[in-house]
């Protein structure tokens, strides 16, 4: 039986691992100590009898540096002994390497770590579970002065922890504030829940309890009972105001005007080219050989008409005959096909980009603008994936929050909070955003997830009843028990505020649906345009009338009662 730094055990022998750990140590601590002071002078010799002044100092530094290695825990104790060291002892077995037992400073512990079918012996035992009021994991049950034990509690944890009803509980609430945390690794030590278990003042810990690489090497986890990731909570867009005339969006006024000449010029150069052209110039009567009397289709209203015709798409009935009248109809036509399918898939972006819920849609995004700041809940694990992230958006994200520390929060209802009030994106976990979401109908999540991860429930080194606790989680899992709870902690039970429940549009519905606001200028031109030809039709009877009445020497008044009359008999 050998010892080895566990985690390391096929890449290095214990000395290698030790040396190693004493020079990064050696290395920190003169790093740190240079930042405070110049302490080499260029004269400074080694053969010089006078002790280094800051000999001392150094030492002190290694006594105080807390760091961690790659033999666990690098502690000294007054003596510059090494205190707090934890060796993991393995045995060869058949099945491979198991370990049996740890040896700290005050001697050897055998584990014996408790086998699923030891669950009677365990039935005996109340756990101490640590935990924080953070719905909708763990929550007060209304009116829980009239409850006793776990009864006092609601949520999807403590609704796990019923689901093993072999098993007693002693819920110990860590903080009551809302600033109760899981966890955070700063100056060598814990806060939060990890501190409480580190200390053996619970049994286990259970809640939005994020299993990280740090921590593990700290604590021991069951599986996960749930998985998620980071992503960006943000509020909604408030709706842009109604456009009557976002139709005209899809081109800029320049080229709409740009078009409009287009239009004209067409039309003039059509009719010039026609008047011109031998060929545009045929006889009214088709079986006339030598005509009298030549006429020419292309009016200059004609003209005007038949390149309005090839915009609408709609065509008319005039048909260019000449070569020259042809050519110039064939590019118009081209013209007006590139700039209507252009238009029409304009249309549909600007409007989609118009009913966005947000002018942000990825990390990228938030990276790229200083209007909206973006933050995390201080020292948890959500900021230290941005903190180690070797990603570079995400590393700009970190350098701007490192920047402004007025963006992280205590809390996630502070962070909520900030989020709700406009200007503030807030970086949380799904499954916490997939709630807030629920509850907030005007918090959307935006992007997809950063990572992947999951909560566990944590148990102290090396704690016998983990392997238990894992084996329930998984039992748990595969009956559907845990996406029967996710449903009800995340979809039923939650109260939206506002009391109707949030409908959170997809990207596809909202191009889908076009309200009148938006097509509202359409019908406004074309009452306009209906109005307008009303009117031409009024002048243009009255008009007539006073021609034919010239042209028969009778009053305005006898050829508009004639014609009225004319009309009444047609119907
Ligand atoms: N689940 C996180 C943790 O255990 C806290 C929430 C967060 O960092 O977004 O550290």
Known sequence: MQCFSYSYL????????????????????????????????????????????????????????????????????????????????????????????????SGITTLNETKIEDIKSLSNITFKVGTCINPPYVDYRPNHEDYEGIDQYQGFCIDILKAMPEFKFDIIIHDTSSRCSNGGFKNGSWSGLMRELLENRIDLAINDLTITQERRSWVDFTQPFMNLGISILIRKQEPPPTDYFSF???????????????????????????????YEWVSSHMCETEPEELENQFSLG?????????????????????????????????????????????????????????????????????????????????????????????????????????????????????????????????????????????????????????????????????????????????????????????VENVTPVGGVKCVHHKKADAVAALKIGDVGGVFLVLLVGTGFGCLLVILEFIWKTKKVARHQRVSNWTTLRNFCSLLIIAH
């Open 248 to 278: 005209l969006a899809p081109f800029s006024l320049e080229v709409w005007l740009y078009v409009l000449t287009a239009f004209l010029g067409v039309s003039l150069l059509m009719y010039i080219t026609s008047r011109i052209t031998p």
């Open 10 to 105: 096929f890449q290095f022998q214990l000395q290698t691992a030790l040396l190693y750990d004493s020079v990064d140590l050696f290395g920190k601590a003169i790093q740190h100590l240079y930042s405070k002071q110049t302490v080499f002078k260029p004269s400074m010799s080694c053969e010089s009898k006078d002790p280094w002044v800051f000999g001392e100092s150094l030492i002190n530094i290694m006594k105080m540096d807390f760091t961690k290695g790659l033999t666990g825990p690098i502690r000294f104790d007054e003596y510059g002994q090494r205190s707090d060291i934890l060796l993991d002892v393995i045995e060869l077995r058949d099945d491979g390497f198991i370990k049996t037992a740890f040896w700290n400073t």
């Open 302 to 490: 004609n003209c005007l008409w038949f390149t309005l015709g090839s915009i609408m798409q709609q065509g008319s009935d005039l048909a260019p005959r000449a070569l020259s009248t042809r050519a110039l109809a064939s590019v118009w036509g081209f013209f007006t096909l590139i700039m209507v399918s252009s238009y029409t898939a304009n249309l549909a972006a600007v409007l989609t980009v118009s009913r966005m819920e947000s002018p942000i849609a990825s990390a990228d995004d938030l990276v790229r603008q200083t209007k909206i700041t973006y933050g995390c809940l201080q020292g948890m694990s959500t900021c230290k994936f941005f903190e180690k992230s070797n990603h570079s958006t995400y590393q700009r994200m970190w350098s701007a929050m490192e920047s402004n520390p007025g963006v992280f929060v205590k809390g996630n209802d502070e962070g909520i909070d900030r989020t709700l009030k406009g200007n503030y994106a807030f970086l949380m976990e799904s499954s916490s955003i997939e709630f807030n979401m629920a509850k907030y109908c005007n918090l959307t999540q935006v992007g997809g997830l950063l990572d992947q991860k999951g909560y566990g429930i944590a148990f102290p080194p090396n704690s016998p009843y983990r392997a238990v606790f894992s084996n329930r989680v998984i039992g748990l899992q595969e009956s559907g028990k845990l996406d029967e709870l996710k449903k009800l902690w995340w």
